[in-house]
């Protein structure tokens, strides 16, 4: 079976790369995931300045998944702007950089630095970090939504994606999605971010798990993955001619399928990269290969967005 993609000029071996956040921060966990059998890589999302992030423990595995507040630490763009310039670009699997800046003039100013730079590399513009205190997750924020892009495609004129955090509601699909159809430029969406402001709780201790924010924070694992399917099978149906890619509770060959049975052209793997590192890409790699043979699929595309309803 062939698992190769090709979007967005993008030419995949196979649909699975990490999500942003997991094993991408540092040059050395970049090259492991390029150096790995993922399909991709994509960088941690970066602001302006280097950050520290959140006081730990920010990350704990969870009875089925994982709960994290990491508080957005990152080398600061400038570092990655510097491993996009050096990667190889021909030689080498599609790099994404994710971007995250903690204002929209650190994200224009981030955004024309990586235009001037002109790199063969697509952005992922992070509106779903829920670990911040005190700043709203702008997802959330239609009108927010829709002024950021409404700015960042003034200074950024290649095609781009976004982050964004899971949907629970129809009329929340719908509005997100008549907002993101008005921006042509925005090629694809991420869906989705850790579900935010989850508790998980330690019945031995009778404590939280993590410190920052009374230990709330961002859920991901098996937790999600009915959301993350909902989430890439909805905005899969209401957008124009854009990409989703799926990202949420992927953990075998199983999960990526249905990922990508509900619309998404390519799949990010990241509380199961955490916890198993970078082998697991091979494994889910050749998990899906076996389901499509089974299965008498040959490629992505014969399967790709055909979910059954009733
Ligand atoms: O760094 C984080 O706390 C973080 C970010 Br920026 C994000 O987008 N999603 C997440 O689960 N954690």
Redesign the pocket.
């Known amino acids: 079976v062939d698992l190769s993609v090709s979007w967005l000029g993008v030419n995949m071996e196979n649909p699975l790369y990490n999500a942003?956040?997991v094993m991408c921060r540092s040059r050395e966990e970049l090259d492991a995931v390029a150096a790995s059998a993922a399909g991709a890589l994509i960088t941690?999302?970066c602001t302006l300045l280097p950050r520290e992030?959140?006081p730990e423990p920010?990350y704990a595995k969870a009875p089925h998944g994982s709960i994290?507040?990491?508080?957005?630490?990152?080398a600061g763009y400038q570092y990655y702007l510097d491993y996009a310039k050096a990667y190889d670009h021909q030689g080498g699997k599609p790099l994404f950089v994710?971007v995250?800046g903690m204002s929209l003039e650190d994200n224009l100013e981030m955004l024309a630095a990586f235009r001037d730079a002109d790199l063969p590399c697509l952005v992922e513009l992070?509106l779903?970090?829920?670990?911040?205190p005190g700043k709203p997750q702008i997802g959330y924020d239609f009108e927010a939504s829709s002024h950021v892009l409404s700015e960042v495609v003034k200074v950024y004129h290649k095609p781009f994606g976004v982050?964004l955090p899971p949907y629970f509601d129809p009329v929340h699909f719908a509005e997100m999605a008549s907002v993101l159809n008005s921006f042509p430029s925005l090629k694809y969406v991420t869906c989705i971010?850790?579900v935010?402001n989850g508790l998980v709780i330690d019945l031995d201790s009778e404590s939280v798990v993590i410190k920052p924010k009374g230990g709330l924070?961002?859920i991901?694992g098996d937790y999600v993955l009915p959301t993350a399917l909902a989430n890439v099978r909805e905005f899969y149906r209401l957008l124009d001619d854009k990409h989703v890619i799926g990202c949420g509770g992927v953990k075998s060959g199983r999960e990526a399928f249905m990922h990508i049975l509900a619309g998404a052209t390519a799949v990010q793997v990241?509380t199961c990269l955490y916890e198993e590192g970078a082998a697991c890409f091979a494994r889910i790699r050749d998990e899906l290969a076996a389901l499509m043979q089974e299965k008498g699929y040959a490629t992505l595309a014969d399967f790709r967005g055909k979910l059954k309803t009733m």
């Open positions: 942003s956040g941690k999302s992030g959140n920010r994290n507040s990491m508080g957005l630490p990152n994710s995250s992070n779903s970090c829920p670990n911040l982050k971010n850790s935010g924070g961002g991901g990241g």
